[in-house]
């Protein structure tokens, strides 16, 4: 197994700091199995959600939130950071960043090929990144999310239909 991990993105934490709290979101959600069309890209039901997504954080932007975290954990988070590196691309988002904040080094070791591309495709152009451990623990994902939540301002929480996210998700909105 190769591992490619970018080691040269920068370490955001002192960055965040500085960026005041009220322009950062957290876009956080569930793996594709717990959604409905699951891990199939081709169904209308994935089209729909991530057109949603698109429009929920294109508002966000609008509202001032420049600075969007995701985990880039499979699923939403993964989904939600390649609509805001594709936002990226054009001029009026041209102040949109988008900050990875990993669990731990081997955190795509398992992903299936094609999600792990992605991952390194998007992890490759983020505007910085902040890992949580090297190595995984039970706590890393616990940890990385309380990191999350402690640094944003808003969370965009995305879950199956009749679901409420855990924890500190409730302060965002839920689509």
Known sequence: MTIRYPYFLPDIVQELHRIPKNQIVAVVGDPPKKFAFGTSTE???YEKLIATMRKEIIKLYIQGKTVFLSSLERGV???GASIIQELRQYPQFA?????AVTSHQYQSAYYPPKDEAIFFNILSACSGHKQITVMYTR?????RDLFMAEAAHTIL???PKNK???GAAHKGRVI
């Open 139 to 143: 706590e890393t994902g616990r940890q």
């Open 164 to 166: 409420r996210p855990a």
């Open 77 to 79: 988070p993964l989904w």
């Open 157 to 159: 929480a995305v879950t």
């Open 95 to 99: 102040e949109m960043e988008l900050v």
């Open 43 to 45: 169904n209308p039901l």
